[in-house]
């Protein structure tokens, strides 16, 4: 059980979306579409990462959302629609993993299907989760992602650092080269840590 209250989980996700936001903005981002699942926690990290990258980049974004299993098809329909440059797909949250993952490798059959455009971004929850492991079991997503600009936002735990990584597949498999780091402050490493790692952190 994470070392971490509701109500952390909800600042930790304001304090990585407000950098994830930042970083799309340094990439020279102007257009994003911000897919997320209906719960707290997924809105909470959308939301900010949404402000952030108005903030920095004085662009466009909109927040599109699923619920699990219900609209995946139709949210796929819109975001083609709106034409973004960038898709970040921030699936997580308090729902369980497994439907989340299935919701999001739905959600990503349909986005070949539709053939969405622009590059597309992973949180690092659904990545780690295998959720674009399981989706590259589908032949027709593995043609459409294999097409595509990926990227993943990763977690340096010991370094304290939120990592942009190009997300590249090969042979069915996904390699990280990566592209930017941001450091962290000390509360978002210690939140990170207790979250995600499960234990608290001392600094020197």
Same mark, same amino acid.
């Given at each position: /059980?994470?070392? @971490? %209250?509701?109500?952390?989980?909800?600042?930790?996700?304001?304090?990585?979306?407000?950098?994830?936001?930042?970083?799309?903005? =340094?990439?020279?981002?102007?257009?994003?579409? !911000?897919?997320?699942?209906?719960?707290?926690?997924?809105?909470?990290?959308? %939301?900010?990462?949404?402000?952030?990258?108005?903030?920095?980049?004085?662009?466009? %974004?909109?927040?599109? /959302?699923?619920?699990?299993? *219900?609209?995946?098809?139709?949210?796929?329909?819109?975001?083609?629609?709106?034409?973004?440059?960038?898709?970040?797909?921030?699936?997580?949250?308090?729902?369980?993993?497994?439907?989340?993952?299935?919701?999001? !490798?739905?959600?990503?059959?349909?986005?070949?299907?539709?053939?969405?455009?622009?590059?597309?971004?992973?949180?690092?929850?659904?990545?780690?989760?295998?959720?674009?492991?399981?989706?590259? *079991?589908?032949?027709?997503?593995?043609?459409?992602?294999?097409?595509?600009?990926?990227?993943?936002? %990763? !977690?340096?735990? =010991?370094?304290?650092?939120?990592?942009?990584?190009?997300?590249?597949?090969?042979?069915?498999?996904?390699?990280?080269?990566?592209?930017?780091?941001?450091?962290? @402050?000390?509360?978002?490493?210690?939140?990170?840590?207790?979250?995600?790692?499960?234990? *608290?952190?001392?600094?020197?």
């Amino acid at each position: /059980m994470a070392l @971490t %209250t509701f109500e952390e989980e909800i600042y930790l996700r304001a304090l990585t979306g407000r950098l994830v936001g930042k970083a799309l903005a =340094d990439l020279g981002v102007n257009k994003l579409a !911000v897919v997320a699942p209906k719960n707290i926690i997924c809105s909470s990290i959308a %939301t900010a990462t949404e402000a952030a990258f108005l903030d920095h980049s004085g662009g466009v %974004t909109y927040h599109f /959302m699923v619920e699990l299993g *219900k609209n995946e098809e139709e949210v796929a329909k819109r975001v083609k629609e709106f034409g973004a440059q960038v898709v970040l797909l921030q699936f997580g949250g308090e729902d369980p993993i497994e439907k989340v993952k299935e919701s999001f !490798v739905k959600f990503l059959k349909a986005a070949a299907k539709e053939n969405i455009p622009g590059a597309i971004v992973f949180h690092v929850r659904i990545f780690a989760a295998g959720g674009v492991a399981e989706a590259l *079991k589908d032949e027709e997503v593995k043609k459409y992602l294999s097409s595509k600009d990926l990227y993943v936002y %990763t !977690v340096g735990f =010991d370094e304290g650092k939120v990592y942009v990584n190009k997300v590249k597949i090969e042979n069915g498999e996904t390699k990280l080269e990566k592209l930017a780091e941001y450091q962290v @402050t000390l509360e978002h490493a210690d939140l990170l840590n207790r979250s995600l790692k499960n234990r *608290k952190v001392t600094f020197q």
